[in-house]
């Protein structure tokens, strides 16, 4: 196997990185974990009842500054259930961007409904607002009370802002597009838990919004996700939902089909202490970004995220673009060449319009993700970075220039 193919194999979230290699994103165990974990087993309470599951919700509930928090499986079937309470409808479309990670264009699917992939803008290569206002008023028209895609003749209903790589999207724009056209809006925050929006944590405030806890996210669980929302009746129906629809607790009694997705307390009992560590998490990644920015900025081709002056990012994957023209070689050279150097990076997803699995689905004016596709190189960003490490990424990617 050549060093890029054993590297890659440690980019399954949360596997642990071949000893030597510095890794993308690993989780940092370092609080109460193991004391909660085993309060669990000496408890027998390891299932998904229990007293951590409900103390993870209202924790996280109060640091987004949510009226309520309930507990999934994993992100994407927050997301999942999510976009049902929000009332997305089989055969209608939901506007997602084409820069992100499949799972949110999945979820919409799993409702029934499509996808619609919208370009990101270049600063912060989020959701464009412009580009989804665009759409709306270009593409789409009034039906009988309903918003109508004329290219597909499907119903718009709602908007899936996601808050890639820890930089929140400009969500009051959106909010005020969203408004404007009666659509509603989930949030794909599960890579932004503890950035800011102005004065806000993402998440908090809008229609609904969902987070995830994989193993490569900033807090983990092994694997977990939440959905939080203002909304008592969409609280109360996410709830219903994620926990098989019962009616009737004592006769077991199923009036709709409902989904095995609530969280366990075992891994809610991690999430417990992971949040008690969240705000250091948050401050070792900005920390890092910094230091990534001071070294990398005056290295010509290669290009450092920027962070919007209405943001605060959680910065939870340090990501540059390489200008191949500028820097010499381009981003998958540059991947190989830190492989060799036992670092693991990686580039983003291949963007939504150009995957397959998603071939069905409309596409608007796509011109700038494909851009950042091409240059786009993670580098390694654990909260638990050592420092000597973080130097070696950096002279790895500054000593072929000089
Ligand atoms: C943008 C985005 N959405 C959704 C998910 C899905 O989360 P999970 O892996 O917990 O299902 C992830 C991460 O995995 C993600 O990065």
Sequence with gaps: MSNIEVISTSFEPGAAAKEGTIPLCVPQMSGNEWLYVKECI??????????????????????????????????????????????????????????????????????????????????????????????????????????????????????????ILGHPCDIDALYEIARKFDLVVVEDATESLGAKYKDRRVGSGGDIACFSFNGNKIITTGGGGMIVTNRDDWAERARYLTTQAKDDYIEYVHNEVGYNYRLTNIQAALGCAQMEQLDDFVSAKRRIAAQYTDALRNVAGISCPQEAPWASSSSWLYTVLVDAQVYGIDSRRLLKHLAHENIQARPLWQPMHRSKAHAGSHSYRIEVADTIHGKALSLPSSVGLKARDQLHVIEAISGLTS
Excluded: M
């Design 42 to 163: 000496d408890t027998n309470w390891v299932s998904s009842a229990g007293p951590f599951v409900s103390r993870f919700e209202q924790s996280l509930a109060s640091y987004v500054g949510a009226d309520h928090a309930i507990a999934t499986v994993n992100g994407t079937a927050a997301l999942h259930i999510a976009l049902i309470v929000a009332g997305v409808q089989p055969d209608e479309e939901v506007l997602l961007p084409a820069l992100t990670f499949i799972a949110p264009a999945n979820a919409v699917r799993y409702a029934g409904a499509w996808p619609v992939f919208i370009d990101v803008e270049p600063n912060y290569w989020q959701l464009d607002p412009e580009k989804v206002f665009d759409f709306l008023t270009e593409q789409c028209q009034y039906s009988n009370g309903k918003l109508i895609n004329k290219i597909t003749g499907r119903t718009v209903r709602a908007i899936l802002p996601v808050h």
